[in-house]
């Protein structure tokens, strides 16, 4: 992941933390944090999140509190998907939900409000074909809602991800796996256009930020009328293609100021 300069930010490990406690206590569990966070710096990464229960709700839910605990005390964080109940239930614990139900922004609210992230996954999985899904749901659609990116389920399912007949709903893969790599799909193309899409809505973000601190009538207007834009831009109901566009025109006009 290094020598691909994916460190540099947390990482994210699929590792559970029911794998990593053994009975009888939690002191093995935070010796195992405090090792991978170890390593993790060492290989340049800021931090590690550890897994919980998948999708527990109710008790088997509130159940790992104790271990949570745990791993926050030894310098590790929590990350785990989730419903809207999970806030009541361990927000307080959960330094980030991969949230799966529809995003909206009083959910992301009351996640940051506690100092704690959250993506959305499921909307849709990647089981789907159509890769405009994942354009529009994945990019701007969650920028504007505020939410903190996607992380969706998942990049190549099973091993037998080339028979598409193994499961009813086909296998959830965005990419099918080689001897030496990857072989990409429409829909990973319109996740990568997502992700662009959110690259030029922060690079025009950033500009309307210089052209406010410059001290020209002219520039703050411009300014104005970008964030305006901005604000007011319905991702759902858009030609992406032409948002881009006019994202480009108002950096390239801003950048000019």
């Known amino acids: 992941m290094r020598e691909f300069g994916m460190n540099g930010r947390p990482l994210f490990s699929g590792t559970s933390i029911n794998s990593l406690t053994k009975q009888g206590g939690f002191d093995e569990l935070k010796d195992n944090v405090r090792q991978t966070n170890r390593i993790v710096r060492e290989y340049g990464f800021t931090e590690a999140y550890f897994y919980g229960i998948d ?121 099918y796996p080689t001897h030496n790599g990857v072989i990409g799909t429409l829909a990973l193309e319109g996740y990568r256009e997502a992700i ?6 922060t690079t025009l973000r950033m500009e309307i930020d210089k052209a406010n601190r410059k001290n020209s009538q002219q520039a703050n207007q411009k300014a104005d009328e970008a964030l305006q834009w901005l604000e007011n831009m319905d991702t759902r109901k858009v030609n992406l293609d032409e948002v881009r566009s006019e994202m480009i025109q108002r950096i390239l006009e801003l950048k000019k100021l």
């Open 55 to 175: 999708e527990a709700k109710g008790d088997r839910l509130t159940s790992q509190r104790p271990a949570w605990q745990a791993v926050r005390q030894a310098g590790g964080k929590v990350f785990v998907s989730g419903f809207p109940e999970h806030f009541e239930a361990v927000g307080d614990l959960l330094d980030l939900i991969v949230f799966g139900a529809n995003p909206n922004r009083a959910e992301a609210r009351r996640w940051h409000n506690l100092g704690h992230k959250l993506f959305n996954y499921s909307h849709p999985p990647t089981c789907i074909d159509n890769p405009i899904h994942y354009r529009h749901n994945y990019g701007l659609y969650l920028w504007k809602l505020d939410f903190d990116g996607p992380c969706s389920y998942c990049f190549i399912d099973t091993p037998n991800s080339w028979n598409d007949f193994d499961f009813t709903r086909g296998d959830c893969s965005i990419a």
């Open 196 to 201: 662009d899409d959110v690259r030029y809505a």
